[in-house]
């Protein structure tokens, strides 16, 4: 894993999410300074419409459409899909069309959530 200037952080940008979890982007290669100080995990699409989640990123095995249209109604700021998800083509390009930001990632939910914690993302309630 990338070590950052900072062993520690309030936020974290796109560029820095996708080394921080070794992932390659999909779509939003324009966004790279976004910054996420707050994270939201599940592969159920209705956790994540039963809170808060207004520019968060989304770390999600989900690769359907329904990850990419609850994203757009929650606000949520980018999705990464993780164990090496790849979405279809419609997926992406609903992606780009909502300007959601879209990546993958080899690593499991697990271990994705871990070290974005680490760095200090929080989960949406902020606490550590």
């Given at each position: 894993m990338q070590r950052f200037n900072r062993d520690f952080?309030?936020?974290?940008?796109?560029s820095e999410l996708k080394d921080?979890?070794?992932?390659?982007?999909?779509?939003?290669?324009?966004k790279l300074d976004m910054e996420f100080d707050k994270c939201r995990s599940s592969d159920l699409m209705s956790d994540i419409l039963?809170?808060?989640?207004e520019g968060c990123v989304l770390l999600t095995g989900l690769t359907t459409i329904q990850a990419v249209r609850t994203a757009a109604v929650a606000g949520i700021g980018a999705i990464v899909f993780v164990r090496n998800k790849i979405p279809s083509?419609?997926?992406?390009?609903?992606?780009?069309?909502?300007?959601?930001?879209?990546?993958?990632t080899a690593l499991p939910m697990f271990i994705s959530c871990g070290r974005l914690?680490?760095?200090g993302i929080t989960g949406l309630n902020g606490m550590r």
């Open positions: 952080c309030e936020s974290m940008t796109l921080t979890l070794e992932a390659s982007i999909l779509v939003g290669n324009d039963a809170g808060p989640a083509q419609a997926v992406i390009d609903l992606a780009v069309t909502q300007g959601i930001p879209l990546l993958t914690h680490a760095l």
